[in-house]
Structures are given as structure tokens and as C-alpha cells.
């Protein structure tokens, strides 16, 4: 399965995603080949600081993703 971004064909697990992290605003990557369940959350921490942090990829304009980042609570557990 291939990933169109703009008009680049890219194919998983070759290339990644970077986005900051919204609680220090170090830049981090996520492999795209977390990202095949669209509109799914899904969980990383931080590279810098560690932070458990939210992830839900959506389609964007012209074909690009967006992700949707969020901080989560010290105490929440993933299921």
C-alpha cells in the first residue's frame, strides 16, 4: 500500500513524518508506516522530553496528512 503525498509516491516504512512536540516543541519523526490507520489515535513519546503524547493522522489538502498531536495526562493508560 503507497502513501500519495502531494506528488510524491512514497512507499511505508521508507520515509517519515516530523512534528513538534506541543509541550517543549522539540521536532520529532514518526515512520509512516504507523500512520495506515487513518483517523485511528496512536501513541509515541516524546524524544526529548518524553512526554506521552497523541497522534492521529488525517487526510489533508491535496493529498498531503495532517497529524493531529496532543499531550496526554501522566496518568492515562492506552488500551
Known amino acids: 500500500m503507497d502513501i500519495i503525498m502531494g506528488k510524491e509516491e512514497i512507499m511505508l516504512g521508507e520515509s517519515g ?3 513538534m512536540c506541543p509541550h ?3 521536532t520529532n519523526t514518526v515512520q509512516i508506516g504507523v500512520l495506515k490507520d487513518m483517523y485511528t ?3 509515541d513519546s516524546c524524544s526529548c522530553c518524553e512526554k506521552r503524547l497523541s497522534l492521529t493522522p488525517a487526510d489533508g489538502v491535496g493529498g498531503k496528512i495532517n497529524l493531529v498531536i496532543d499531550s496526554l495526562d ?3 493508560r492506552a488500551r
Open 17 to 19: 513524518l516530523e512534528y
Open 41 to 43: 489515535e496512536q501513541f
Open 74 to 76: 501522566p496518568d492515562f
Open 24 to 26: 517543549c516543541g522539540a
